[in-house]
């Protein structure tokens, strides 16, 4: 794609959380052109009876799937923000009708790389299995060479993307003990969706935490596949994941060993270096811990990491957005990758605080 | 200013919210640089040891006022978030050394043009009355043109921007009765500002709503001023406000009578007339309500307007951010009208729902 | 019923809030008895598993109203906490097998004795319409000698209570202007119920406010009926109910005009003489205002009055809990009216804040 | 202390969280009559100008310390709710002049029985070694028999309330590797008191999360002690705390690995078994979670334990409100097995949820 050109781009599924955060982002993108909004049960509505903040900017009506002439669309690229097993149906369909079309896909449909784990967490056969082959993973700082030349990219999970930033370095530098991760993570309530089910009602989940899917949690595949990658072997940790009274934010609480004779001090400078030149993953001064309202909004993460009182033990904290750098501003960062567009281009908001 | 020229700003009071609000903004104008920030208590510190969210931007280090050379420092502009009754001074002081300065105040102590009113108000003579007379107050819909001219402007509150830009078209057009306007006005928490007070603590304004200052609130002075103004008579209204468990966001309920045959939707009219070019104005359909989470961290109002069930009366809403075209959104839109710049540069913003 | 005598009761509708908070409240009276919970879509289940807080009491399993043998249960008192239109049917039925059974009705259904002005408001015509001629609106401060001798008690509801208590006194004593009334209500999230709507989603609803229903809130008719009654003439009054992120709590904000030459103080006095000697209403010090959180959990109705800067126009806050004294504590309070137990009996807890 | 006899009892340092909650609970303590609150900044005023909750009740004015005549004060019991350091001397010079009089502590300063730890973790050596030695450790599950005993009891801290609860049976069974736990702790606001800090203000802690003392918090010590205590070694873990945007409760997941051939399931027994006849210890069913919601304003503690995906690994849930079962409500269960009460009276309040 030329230098100066436009990219014309649809969202598939605008009714929902990463959906309305697609449109806010692209938006302001400086070449991307919102051609395309989808909600099959609010097809023929506008995008201002779903979403009422965008009341006052012009958005094409949302539609149906089946109704689309996917090659009289013409669009560059789509985000696919569908639920779950729905979503490998579709994209099969839409890429065997416009087979140019690039595919951001922010469900965990093409996460798992292995049609064997994926029928394992997810307890049925994968419908596009030649597509699962070919989709990139599309965690940026990870995997971005080849993000680049995929036309299908699987946007990662939330939570998967804070504790691999946190950690997929130390694994690589052979720094830490794969054998003793803990992953204690918090979400705001946007990581559980719009679906209107009584545990998600304001009143169920205010002034009050609880812990969920413990032991269990199929975010766990996506962490098991991408840390035994890195690590050059096999990784299995313990995750369990919150839920907090706010809006956004994953907060990941890491304890980890020190391999050998390294300090807390080394661990720190392995995250330092590996992320010096990177936009959207900001480390913190040694001893100092992120918040999540710190970047509210915005495609960063935040890093720290501390000394534990326990020798050779560090703990680490990693804060982002999960609607952002956990979803549709990752999956923004990819669509810029896949496009040769700047990488940073449309993703500059500093975060909202207070 | 000629039109690609650049602009040299500085913000004197960076360490509270409205400070912290015009940093974000200002970030990521397309022609402003931040090359002064101060905060007397924190003089010396990084900007990101008092707001961590700025930590992976570069930013001049928070110096005390005092030790601000003005004529070396070369500033085209500076907003001034500082305290009131502090601000008369600061501000008459800082114009003495650099007369050519322009400054978009944000507190209230330039906002009443009349001695007197403003001495029965705070209680006090006004320290600088020659620079209260210059001052223009910066309702931008409604000032536009003496803006662009000023020296100094006076930024209005939050709750009198939100009322004015409801009321003031309707009184101008005399399309309600002035004698008979109630105003029922919610705050999020950071209206109240930073400092450390026990009131406002988490525990203490969480989980619960109160009103506060009925019946005296200083507030009122603004809008005593600017209403008969609009209305040419004294108009003097019933306002309310209260503190909601929430940290941005202004909510104005107001009720009113229509003045002779004229219906709900005859006013309705009015306001859909009056900002129908307006970028940071909308006029939701006759009969939607507006709510704050959907301006949240843009520059804009949302204005709605219903029929009472009561014949010849109507219920206004009028939402937005208080920190921005509250405070430091509104503070931009006056630098850009004062530098001859696109009004809406830098305030594009789409809002952050959820 | 003999002084030291128990109350066997039952609650239709143990699955919602207001059912909740009746088990709540019931497991501690000291002379009732849980002997039957109702919940249609979860019969069979134990309350724990619909509300986990009750996990380590021993409470009956949930079962379907169809399924239950009125005579043979044997119940002094049910309350019903189901939806409307619903509960018309089920009381009927419910009276016509166990007639000599008392029923206290937390749903809209027998509120309106008018059956006219029910059918306009709802509709429908009402389907038991003897049964509504029958009701006593339980309002204790206003009908406590009614519903001493009544079968079938209408619960008010938590906006109309709170309006109800702040103002039917000044109404009596004819101090204030009943065609000048406005009436701004804000509530916590609580008062919409547990039923699974997008709407009342955590993200949907924190973190702003809006109103709704405004113009035509059933509530009114409820306001109209009984404000009129204390007035001795017809009283329509404006009122808008608003949404806070909060899950307890109703605070009014009422604007009045003072009758005549009475002042702001005098119609203060009015009301603290009126409530001196209620148990669950306290009014506070002349020009202090209530907060909802200080009420929180208790069946107190905290009422403050203010003068307006507006000649003779004066501000009244009133705060209660929409799910004790706005729900099943004056529920419970009907109850001990009803069965001659002293009127406060359980319901002495104190606020919950913070 | 005879049966039917009644206690008098005092609360200083009243005017904060933990002061409030006793008053809540002992205001309906059917036998027990506050006869004493003191707040030296507040001293002179009525407790409802500092908490208006209080408002209806009668209650004594807030006095000055300095100012109580101990001897004529005639108390059977004082809550200490003073802060860390100033209350070891004013205990000192209280029970130097009422010998008589028993103390329940709710600071830090008696809870370390080793004079050099209290120097190792405090900086500063304890100013009253004596009673030091003398105080007992006030967790009634745990030390029930010799606070029957106890002149002096140091309250637990919240935290190690929760993590203790969900530990001491199991490292006292010997089921659990005491060389392998990690505890994420994550608390509500209410939790970090009500003194004036710009970091509790509610825009600073609302809408995110962060962890604090990461690695050196002081509520480490009283694990130490009291976890080597029960394992009969020395154990040290992992700990870190968390601020979420809530007012009460404190939820603890907890990391640990079974010894031998114990599974999940069997430290499940363990913990079941143990407190099968507590009355404020409530283990679910295995595969069960808590939320801090269920049992806040309650005296309840409820732990839940699921088996990890690891093998011999398990994940346990504590959740407590961390002004009750962590605070005020642990303390005058103390006070109630000090002076011979049934150790649950005034504790039966089931909990305010939603």
Known sequence: MAEESRAKVGVLGASGYTGAELVRLLLRHPRADIALLTADRRAGQEMRAVFPQFSPFPLPKLVAIDAIDWSAAALD???????????????????AQAPRLKVVDLSADFRLADPQAYARWYGHEHAATQLQREAVYGLCEVHREAIRKARLVANPGCYTT?????LIPLLKAKAIDPDEIV????????????AAKEEMLFSEVSEGMHAYGVGHHRHMAELDQEFSLAAGRDVVVSFTPHLAPMNRGILSTI????????????????LSKSYANEPFVHVLPFGEMPQTRHVRGSNLTFIGLTRDRIAGRAIIGAALDNLVKGASGQAVQNMNLMLGFPEAMGLEQVALFP
């Open 162 to 166: 804070c504790a691999q930033l946190a």
């Open 77 to 95: 690229l789509v985000f696919c923000a569908l639920p779950h097993a729905t979503t490998q149906k579709v994209i099969k369909e839409v890429l």
């Open 255 to 270: 304890y980890v060993r020190a391999v050998g004779p390294a300090a807390a001090e080394d661990l720190h400078a392995v």
């Open 183 to 194: 992953i204690d993570a918090k979400s705001g309530m946007t990581g559980a969706g719009r």
